[in-house]
């Protein structure tokens, strides 16, 4: 598609096959995105979910759409509730549907939509082990990473879990797609220093849209 089509994209750095960073993408977006984390979060709070393993994670997340990623003692699924209070997670904003899927075409995924939004919220000190999204119904359909707020180091691996990553720092706007060979590649997110955002403050937040269902 040519490149005029979406403005949004300042630089698109390819990462490996099926797998692009869209630097400042969602730039334009962000505060409209921000203030529907804060809606979502007044009705399914930000939560630090407990690992298979009985800890805690230092990330804490909420979910919008028909699908939400939990975690438990009794594993990862999609549950279509909130399991803090029973009620269905707030639904998707048709304006985060709308530019997950213009960053999955410029990516070069045609018709993504997605019916499950996870919520990522980084204080400092917080990371995400490395680990593959395969709890999806639909791996046909890409994955869409959204930044927002303090910058993070991207850890972005290969198809094995011992590859050793690349570095790839994310900013406030940054858009990462990864489908098709690349949708279970490895990717974590390394140890968020301390940092100050005129929108956010010191936290990162990380919006990331899937076909769940
Ligand atoms: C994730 O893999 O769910 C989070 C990625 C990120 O925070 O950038
Ligand atoms: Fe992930």
């Not at 909420?62 to 269905?88: E, V």
């Not at 100050?196 to 849209?209: A, C, E, I, S």
Request: glycine share 12%; aromatic share 8%; hydrophobic share 45%.
């Amino acid at each position: 598609m040519p490149p005029e089509l979406f403005p949004e994209t300042r630089v698109a750095l390819p990462l490996d096959p099926g797998a692009v960073l869209l630097g400042g993408f969602a730039l334009d977006a962000a505060e409209e995105l921000l203030a529907g984390i804060a809606a979502i979060a007044a009705a399914a709070p930000f939560r630090r979910m407990e690992t298979p393993g009985g800890r805690a994670m230092s990330v804490a997340m909420t979910n919008a759409g028909a699908a939400g990623w939990t975690t438990s003692r009794r594993g990862y699924r999609y549950t279509a509730a909130d399991p803090l209070g029973g009620l269905p997670w707030p639904p998707l904003p048709l304006a985060f549907v709308a530019l997950a899927g213009r960053a999955a075409a410029r990516a070069g995924f045609a018709s993504f939509v997605p019916d499950a939004c996870l919520v990522n919220r980084y204080e400092p000190g917080a990371r995400m082990a490395p680990h593959q999204d395969r709890d999806e119904a639909d791996l046909a359909a890409p994955i869409v990473s959204v930044s927002l707020g303090v910058a993070a180091v991207f850890l972005w691996g290969g198809q094995a879990r011992g590859d050793r990553p690349r570095r790839v720092p994310l900013h406030h706007g940054d858009v990462v797609v990864w489908g098709g060979p690349a949708r279970l590649t490895f990717h974590g997110v390394d140890t968020l220093k301390p940092g100050d955002h005129p929108l956010t403050g010191p936290l990162r937040y990380n919006l990331t849209f899937r076909k769940a269902l």
